[in-house]
């Protein structure tokens, strides 16, 4: 059987042609980057201050779950500098001359993006500090007690680390920042403007409540608004559609299995054993793995996150609970007493206990 955590359409998608479409899509500009209001204002008088001063920027910091647009902004930066753009990533620099390389090649003003900036090993961060603080890096030559340190002075540039998990980041890194945008998820609203510039760009016919449609599919994440726009594209190509309405959009992502919140199979499988072969909890991890099938890890780390965020499940120390909405979203009536703080009461919790239990963004990413 094929794993429900395989194929969906809410995960993945690191092919090359996905990413070819990726960057077809990536807005260019600023003001064509939609939602995350706060970030963009605080962005946008960072780079206009560094251009009055005529100094290269800040360095900035970009951190938030996968698809929020920590890669766009990256590059919207670079382009609103008029700066040349160099990418690498954390785990593309494991040696520190990995890192020496990069940044002894740099150009005056340059912009560097390091993606996962988290996974970067230690001597090549300790590296880094330097170069970020005082544009100097110290090369080491030789080996032993022969080996020398050579300073060598480094043209201004502008990092931009990103990272899905800013927790994970040593604080001598993060102090080094002098602008951190934490991205948040997308509202229904943001995603349909999002959807709408996609639209225009696909040359695709739309109804305003067909955006919507999809807009609540997408797990508050433009990435997967763009990818649910195509699959629905290849749907109305295939079934003749021509504008593309709320029932069309929902047909199409029904038959890809992502519901009408943007669950996916997992997802619903999860939630499903929970209440139905579990009475709603609480069930251990490893007994709910196995009523889906699957390894508690994929559990853990591919379908909760999700299911915690929307308040679909709770997780407790005597094991996961369905909420409320869980029994609602599945087309159930909820239980009698056994929402809510009842519930909490009956696994030995107080009000207060239940707050934290609920996994931080950190966690969730
Ligand atoms: N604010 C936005 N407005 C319009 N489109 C967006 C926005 N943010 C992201 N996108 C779209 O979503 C896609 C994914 O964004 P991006 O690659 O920047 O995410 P990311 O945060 O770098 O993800 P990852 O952590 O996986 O690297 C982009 O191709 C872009 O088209
Ligand atoms: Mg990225």
Redesign the pocket.
């Known amino acids: 059987m094929e794993s429900p955590a395989e194929g969906s359409l809410v995960r993945g998608g690191d092919e090359p042609e996905e990413r070819a479409i990726?960057?077809a899509?990536?807005?260019k500009n600023l003001d064509d980057?939609?939602?995350?209001a706060r970030v963009r204002q605080q962005l946008k008088l960072v780079l206009e201050a560094s251009r009055l001063r005529g100094k290269s920027s800040d360095h900035v910091l970009l951190s938030?779950p996968?698809?929020?647009?920590?890669?766009?902004?990256a590059m919207i930066i670079a382009a609103e500098m008029n700066a040349p753009l160099r990418i690498s990533s954390g785990p593309a620099i494991q040696h520190a001359g990995d890192l020496a390389a990069i940044l002894s090649s740099l150009s005056e003003g340059e912009v560097l993006f390091l993606?996962e900036i988290h996974r970067m090993s230690r001597p090549a961060e300790e590296m880094l500090y330097m170069a970020m603080e005082d544009f100097r890096v110290d090369i080491v030559v030789g080996k032993g007690a022969g080996a020398t340190a050579i300073p060598l002075e480094l043209p201004p540039f502008t990092l931009v680390g990103?990272t899905?998990r800013a927790g994970l980041l040593p604080g001598p890194l993060r102090d080094r920042f002098g602008f951190t945008g934490h991205?948040e998820f997308y509202t229904v609203e943001e995603l349909e403007l999002?959807l709408r510039?996609s639209a225009g760009l696909l040359d695709l016919k739309v109804s305003s409540a067909g955006f919507s449609e999809i807009a609540g599919r997408s797990r508050g994440t433009?990435?997967i608004a763009?990818r649910l726009l195509r699959r629905v594209r290849d749907w109305a190509l295939v079934h003749g559609v021509e504008q593309i309405d709320a029932r069309a959009a929902g047909a199409a992502l029904d038959m890809y299995e992502v519901d009408s919140r943007g669950l996916d199979r997992l997802d619903r499988s999860v939630l499903d054993a929970l209440v139905t072969k579990f009475g709603g909890g609480p069930v251990g991890l490893s007994t709910l793995a196995i009523a889906v099938g699957e390894e508690p890890e994929t559990v853990e780390t591919v379908a909760e996150p999700f299911l915690v965020r929307e308040g679909l499940v709770g997780r407790t120390p005597r094991g996961r609970i369905a909420m409320a909405a869980a029994w609602t979203h599945l087309g159930f009536a909820v239980p009698d007493g056994v929402f809510g703080r009842e519930q909490f009461a009956s696994v030995g919790l107080t009000e207060e206990s239940f707050q934290p239990l609920l996994l931080e963004d950190d966690e969730l990413a």
């Open positions: 990726e960057a899509l990536r807005p980057f939609v939602g995350q938030g996968p698809g929020l647009g920590k890669t766009t902004l993606d990103a899905t991205l999002v510039r433009p990435r763009n």
